[in-house]
C-alpha cells in the first residue's frame, strides 16, 4: 500500500493523524475525542482492559484514565500508507511519544496504528485504530 486517492483526502487524512498526536502532547480529551466516529473501535492489546474499546464516549473514557496515570509527553506521528476509497480508508501510522517521569527517567514508545477511517459530514474521522508496540527504551 502507498498513497492512493484523492489529494484533498490524504492531506486530511495526514491532518487527523498529525492532530492526534497534538492532542496527546496537549492531553486535550475534548480535541482528542472529536477525532473519533462515534461507532469507533479502539484495540490496544498490550494494556490489559484496552484490548479491544467500542464507541467513542468508552474511547475517552479509557484514554482519559490512561493519561491520569501519565505524566505529561511529546507525541508525534508518521503516516505511512494510505488508500482511500469513496468515504473509507486505511492506512498505516507510526506513532512515537516521549515521556518525562517527575524524577527524571525518560521513555520512548514507538509503534504501529492499523487504521481505519471514515468521512463524515465532510470530515475524516478514525473508525479503528488497532496498536503494535514496536519499540520501547
Known sequence: ?????????RLAIHELVAAYADAV??????????LWAED??????????MEHVVGRDA????WVAAMASLPPM???STLGALSITGDTATGRAYPREFIIWPDGRTRTDTGRYDDTYVKQDGRWLF?????????SA
Do not use: C
Not at 500500500?1 to 483526502?9: A, H, I, K, L, Q
Open 59 to 62: 474511547i475517552v473514557k479509557a
Open 127 to 135: 473508525k479503528s485504530r488497532t496498536y503494535t508496540s514496536l519499540h
Open 1 to 9: 500500500m502507498s498513497f492512493e486517492g484523492p489529494v484533498e483526502d
Open 40 to 49: 469507533s473501535v479502539w484495540e490496544l492489546a498490550a494494556i490489559p482492559g
Open 25 to 34: 502532547t496537549l492531553n486535550d480529551a475534548q480535541a482528542w475525542g472529536a
Open 74 to 76: 511529546v507525541g508525534t
